[in-house]
């Protein structure tokens, strides 16, 4: 079934999970606009995006479905979608001890599930690290084997991922910061190039400002914006654009 991962993950939220394994949780869905777009059915698209995001007793994970629609394509090729699913254990938490090391707080086993339509299906392994860095309200660095799962999907090799999150007080609300980069390397296969995805989200939380009794972090406007140098590994493609966002979290 198309999009597995994505019951599979829901079944791991917290209503159906003991209280003690999981500490923390959250889900959202982010409305994008852009134009611009390289390599898809149409230069202009508009995506809904569902989050969740968590720490369990023994790690923590982030999973992500993209519902895309593509503006002014024919009617047989004008929607996509895309998600992964993204497990870490920690090793800190499963031995029950400090790890920290200079900047870095913890290490953890990463796995990543790539799945969607065309042949992007791939899994991902490696180490992760969780790091405490001035002005930085979380950073972690993972780095990845990457293994394809479809037949034409040459996308074999290494990738390194930083993911982070900044926030800037501002006034009684905020400004947030975030994104990841992406960078595939030294690749398997000819004809895959190297290629670096950076994909920052810059947010204000308006929910604040417009409904006062709304708790921080639940209603975002903002931008994001998407840097692809050989995009899909395709040698001299390269996108650069960015969307409109609307984010809630529920």
């Known amino acids: 079934m198309k999009n ?22 959250d889900v959202s869905a982010t409305g994008l606009y852009g134009k611009n777009y390289e390599l898809a059915n149409s230069a202009e698209q508009a995506t809904l ?30 929607s996509t979608n895309y998600g992964e699913i993204s497990p870490r254990f920690s090793a800190g938490k499963i031995l029950g001890q400090d790890l920290s090391v200079g900047a870095i707080t913890d290490f953890s086993l990463a796995l990543t599930l790539e799945e969607g339509d065309g042949p992007v299906d791939s899994f991902l392994y490696g ?13 972690s660095l993972n780095t990845y084997r990457r293994q394809a799962l479809n037949n034409n999907n040459s996308s074999d090799g290494w990738q390194l991922t930083p993911v982070f999150r900044m926030d ?11 994104g990841f980069i992406d960078w595939v390397f030294a690749t398997d296969n000819e004809g895959y190039e190297e290629n670096i995805h950076f994909n ?5 939380d308006l929910g604040r400002v417009i409904l006062n009794s709304q708790p921080k972090n639940k209603l975002f406007v903002g931008i994001e914006y ?5 995009k899909y590994g395709v040698d001299g493609i390269v996108q650069n654009t960015y969307s409109v966002i609307a984010k809630y979290h529920f």
Do not use: C, R
């Not at 019951?7 to 923390?24: N, Q």
């Open 226 to 230: 998407d840097y692809w140098k050989n």
């Open 168 to 178: 800037f007080p501002v006034g009684d609300s905020n400004i947030v910061f975030d």
């Open 127 to 139: 180490i992760g690290m969780d790091f405490t860095l001035p002005y930085f309200t979380y950073f």
């Open 4 to 25: 597995k991962w994505l019951y599979l993950a829901l079944l791991a939220s917290p209503t159906v999970m003991a209280d003690d394994l999981v500490k923390w949780w």
């Open 49 to 78: 995006t569902i989050e969740t995001v968590g720490e369990w007793k023994y790690g923590d994970w982030f999973t992500f479905q993209d519902f895309t629609h593509f503006a002014g394509a024919p009617s047989n090729v004008n």
């Open 200 to 204: 920052p989200q810059l947010k204000y």
